[in-house]
């Protein structure tokens, strides 16, 4: 950045006097109700940028007294910047100062004693201004600017304005009138140097040769003036593209292969035709010539031709295609539109392929009930390649009704019934000779051919009735007709009845359907309730086939509107409830009553079968014992009645009665005072007894009692009907065995004692 020069610093001082000129003004303070003489000051201005002290001016008050009075001075920069001699009122300058941070200073004039220092009189305010010298710069709003304008544009075309702006006063001569130019030596653009605005120059800008452009540009003050203050700034202009190249492929032909295998939708290639524009310019839209085989679509990403197959291929047919690309640009090239083409060779590659069928689908037919091995119709297919290999054929389903051929012939196995299976679906293999993975398939379908094998039979159940009043001539029902065979429109039934003199006659409706009506009337349910009609159906196939069927007409009271009012046969026949119905209702009923008796019966002998563990009361005296007579103290007194044996000592035992019955114990001989003899004898008899029961039952008791430390000489699992023990000899005991004698040597022919 320059300074001034030292003759513009003359001209400055010699306009204003001397650096720091004063003019006297006359003004009066602000808060002062005196006359304006009361203050006398100068309106103050200063240079920026003088660095020694200098005298600006003064102020001078009619309240001032020398020597009893001083000048004060109040505001900004008062004591460093500014400062006031207090007895001659001079205002001097001690700081440089800059007028771009700050162009004025407002302050307070004052007297104050010297002694109180308090104020007399009124204060006055003046403003001491700072006046502009040319020492900044213009400056740029920005660094670097950058702009852009579309290659091969004519001269003039604008391209971008820069602009910068001078902190310095404007209003003082011309130290904030900016211009421009460029600096950096170049012929394609230029500037205007007022507004800042660059422009083309060179017409034949092209991006593809250079995109980037760099310029120099200088902001300088003092209008068009010499001298001055300057800077410099960076402009980036840029190229944009246009479409003006034409798509172009580098080579002339480009070489492919491709399997004949190859599906289709599948890409061979790739072929690319390059083009200097970019972005939408670069777009490139490509057409394959011929186009009945192989079709071109664009990638959007790499702007690359892809080639797919539309038909297959064939070795067999063709090795090699040859086929042309064209490549254009969707937009005009310079408004004309080229295009660019070049030449593409696909070798077809060999492959061993699996037979091929005459047809995708065959449609045979046979007719129904044919005997067996009656030929069908063939199929044929033929190796491709050109080693021509044999064919063999083979079914995948439906060997058990068809076979074929070594030559493709189909045969059948079995006659085949129509009315059971119409069409049958199967599918033939063909396999090149001792090549098991080359094998192609083909359905078949067989249709059977319908002859005429069925009668036509009832279409439904009918129960028709006849009122008793019916006259000649009225139709009592309506039958219909139908026939398994293939129903086509020239089929036709007859319907008759056989009898002639019937009290009934049919005919045909001509639509598969029939009337019954009343041939004889004069019908009496009392005298005939039903009436069986014999009905003869014949169709018009060859050979004719005919059915008769019965149709049950009852005779019936009927209303005016011939419905039934009473009708003996009709509720049954209607209901659907016939004979056979009733009889298996009736072995239905049998059987279940059957199986009734079998589980009760089964129920029953199970139940006996536990009756062996139930003793009589008889049986079970041995535990009705009172261990008080003996001791007691055993807890087994509390898992009995007592009252029973209370009762039996009370009331005496039962008298015994003669009875030729064997005795329940074997006689044995009384002992000699000898107890433990005793007890091991009928230890030895328990023992062998074989019809007590095992000790683990319930019936047997481990223990006389939960706390008695003595196992158990009970006998109630030993059943005593085939012993001979006599208990007699216990009345010869003595008085302790006189109860024992009561319960057990009383009743030989196990009589239970009435409780």
Not at 507 to 518: C, L, M, P, Q, R
Not at 545 to 573: E, G, K, M
Not at 706 to 716: F, N, P, R
Request: charged residues 25%; negative net charge; contains cysteine.
């Amino acid at each position: 950045m320059s300074r001034p020069t030292l003759s513009l610093r003359l001209l400055v001082a010699a306009v204003t006097f001397v650096v720091c000129a004063t003019q006297q003004v006359i003004s009066m303070g602000g808060n002062s109700s005196l006359p304006q003489s009361d203050w006398i000051w100068n309106q103050l201005h200063c240079w920026e940028g003088v660095s020694e002290a200098k005298q600006i001016g003064k102020i001078k008050s009619v309240w001032h007294i020398e020597g009893q009075t001083a000048y004060k001075v109040q505001g900004e920069g008062v004591g460093t910047i500014f400062k006031v001699n207090p007895e001659t009122g001079d205002i001097g300058v001690y700081r440089v100062l800059d007028r771009e941070k700050k162009d004025q200073y407002r302050l307070e004039g004052s007297v104050i004693n010297k002694k109180t220092l308090k104020q007399i009189g009124t204060s006055t305010n003046f403003t001491i201004r700072i006046l502009d010298v040319n020492d900044n710069a213009p400056i740029f709003t920005k660094d670097p600017f950058n702009g852009t304008v579309a290659e091969m544009s004519s001269k003039g075309t604008s391209v971008l304005t820069i602009s910068a702006h001078d902190p310095d006063d404007p209003t003082v001569d011309k130290h904030a009138k900016v211009t421009y130019k460029i600096l950096s030596t170049q012929d394609n653009f230029y500037i205007d140097s007022m507004s800042g605005t660059i422009y083309v120059k060179n017409t034949n800008l092209d991006r593809e040769r250079k995109k980037d452009y760099q310029l120099i540009v200088q902001a300088k003050d003092m209008g068009l003036d010499q001298g001055g203050m300057s800077s410099s700034a960076t402009v980036h202009i840029s190229l944009t593209d246009i479409n003006d190249n034409a798509p172009f492929f580098r080579h002339r032909q480009y070489n492919y292969t491709a399997s004949e295998a190859t599906p289709i939708g599948a890409v061979l290639g790739r072929v690319k035709a390059e083009d200097l524009d970019e972005g939408m310019n670069a777009r490139i839209l490509y057409t394959v010539i011929p186009d009945d085989i192989f079709q071109i679509t664009t990638d959007p990403r790499t702007q690359e031709g892809m080639i797919t197959l539309k038909k297959p291929l064939d070795f067999e047919t063709q090795t090699r295609h040859r086929v042309g690309v064209e490549a254009e640009n969707p937009t005009l090239v310079k408004g004309k539109q080229y295009k660019t083409s070049t030449t593409l060779l696909i070798d077809v590659l060999d492959i061993d392929e699996p037979p091929v069928f005459s047809r995708s689908r065959y449609i045979l037919r046979v007719a129904e009930n044919e005997p067996i091995a009656t030929a069908v119709g063939s199929v044929s297919a033929a190796d491709p390649d050109h080693a021509k290999q044999p064919v063999s054929y083979s079914l995948l389903n439906g060997m058990d009704l068809f076979r074929i051929g070594d030559n493709g012939m189909i045969y059948t196995r079995k006659a085949l019934d129509r009315e059971a299976v119409a069409w049958h679906n199967i599918t033939v293999a063909a396999s090149e000779v001792g090549k098991s993975n080359s094998t192609s398939y083909a359905p078949v379908a067989i249709k059977v051919l319908d002859k005429n094998d069925n009668a036509p039979t009832l279409a439904d159940s009918y129960f028709p009735h006849v009122c008793e009043n019916d006259p000649v001539g009225t139709v009592i029902q309506v039958i219909s007709a139908v026939d398994k065979d293939e129903m086509t429109p020239d089929v036709k039934f007859f319907f008759s009845i056989p009898l002639k003199a019937s009290n009934f006659s049919v005919k045909s409706n001509g639509d598969h359907t029939a009337n019954i009506t009343v041939n004889q009337a004069g019908f009496n349910q009392k005298e005939m309730s039903k009436f069986s009609v014999s009905i003869v159906m014949e169709d018009n196939g060859t050979p004719g086939q005919s059915s008769n069927a019965t149709l049950d007409i009852s005779v019936c009271s009927c209303d005016r509107d011939r419905n039934p009012i009473n009708c003996n046969n009709l509720a049954a026949l209607r209901s659907g409830v016939t004979v056979t119905i009733l009889l298996i209702i009736f072995l239905c009923i049998i059987i279940t009553i059957v199986l009734a008796v079998l589980i009760v019966r089964w129920k029953l002998q199970r139940k006996s079968s536990f009756g062996g563990l139930v003793k009589v009361p008889g049986e079970i005296r041995e535990q009705l014992v009172q261990y008080d007579e003996e001791g007691g103290g055993e807890m087994d007194t509390n898992s009995f009645d007592i009252s029973v044996l209370n009762s039996l000592r009370t009331k005496g035992a039962r008298p015994l009665r003669v009875t030729d019955c064997p005795p329940v114990y074997a006689q044995v001989r009384k002992p000699d005072d000898n107890m433990g003899t005793v007890v091991r004898m009928k230890k030895d008899e328990a023992d062998g007894d074989r019809d007590g029961l095992p000790y683990d039952t319930l019936h047997v008791y481990g223990y006389e009692g939960a706390d008695s430390v003595a196992e158990s000489l009970s006998s109630l699992d030993v059943s005593s009907v085939d012993s001979e023990q006599d208990y007699d000899f216990l009345n010869d005991w003595g008085p302790r065995f006189h109860m024992l004698a009561e319960l057990y040597g009383s009743d030989p022919c196990r009589e239970s004692l009435a409780y």
